[in-house]
């Protein structure tokens, strides 16, 4: 995934803290389970002290542990099954429930964990949430609404470009060339999704412009057309 911004800003304001330490490293006793202590334990291995939280140092250090690149999509994965808030860092709330979720509390396990959360995201069913988030994931700044094409173009690749090889090498091709838009936003995004899935590609017989689809769409089919001619 694009690389984290290491910009100064607030903290990751985590949800529920209490509910979720109590769900996650205390039995119904109160006491500390000893799976609760090893996911802290794990957690403190890579978090930065002065943060307390993992930074985006933390991640490619657990990256390199996982033997994967931080780039890799299943970041993306273990990051959405954390409902991780901000890119590059994960709280220890986010941490202790993202390692609850998956059963795993040492770096082996979740290592193996990792294909079986691939597979969890590529269901139908979680897919669509999880490429939702990974535009919400890109919004590192405050008000933050739209993506740059840059970005936009890395991540559509990391998400989409297994599925729909084709499409997403065509639209980045486009979004390169043209120079009417700067960001792409959340409604423009999704749509290109619903593109992938209902579109005829390349031959795009049964694209119709009076589906409302946004007019970047509609400029990107007229691009294809004209370079098919």
Not at 2 to 20: E, G, L, M, N
């Amino acid at each position: 995934m694009p690389r984290a911004s290491k910009r100064k800003s607030d903290s990751p304001k985590s949800t529920s803290a209490k509910s979720s330490r109590s769900e996650s490293v205390t039995a119904a006793s109160g006491k500390i389970t000893k799976f609760g202590m090893s996911v802290d334990n794990l957690f403190q291995k890579y978090a930065n002290k002065l943060l307390g939280m993992i930074d985006p140092e933390g991640i490619e250090a657990l990256c390199s542990d996982l033997g994967v690149d931080h780039t890799n999509v299943r970041i993306l994965m273990l990051a959405w099954k954390m409902k991780a808030e901000k890119q590059g860092y994960f709280t220890q709330d986010e941490w202790r429930k993202g390692l609850k979720d998956l059963q795993v509390d040492t770096i082996n396990k979740l290592k193996k964990a990792l294909p079986k959360l691939e597979s969890e995201v590529m269901m139908p069913e979680n897919f669509e949430d999880f490429y939702c988030y990974a535009f919400r994931y890109c919004l590192t700044e405050d008000k933050q609404k739209c993506v740059d094409i840059e970005s936009i173009c890395l991540l559509i690749d990391l998400v989409l470009g297994s599925q729909f090889r084709a499409q997403v090498d065509s639209f980045s091709e486009f979004l390169k060339n043209q120079a009417d838009y700067k960001v792409i936003n959340m409604d423009q995004w999704t749509n290109f999704l619903r593109f992938c899935q209902e579109i005829s590609f390349p031959g795009l017989e049964n694209y119709d412009t009076d589906q409302a689809w946004p007019v970047i769409l509609d400029n990107f089919v007229e691009w294809m057309k004209e370079n098919q001619s």
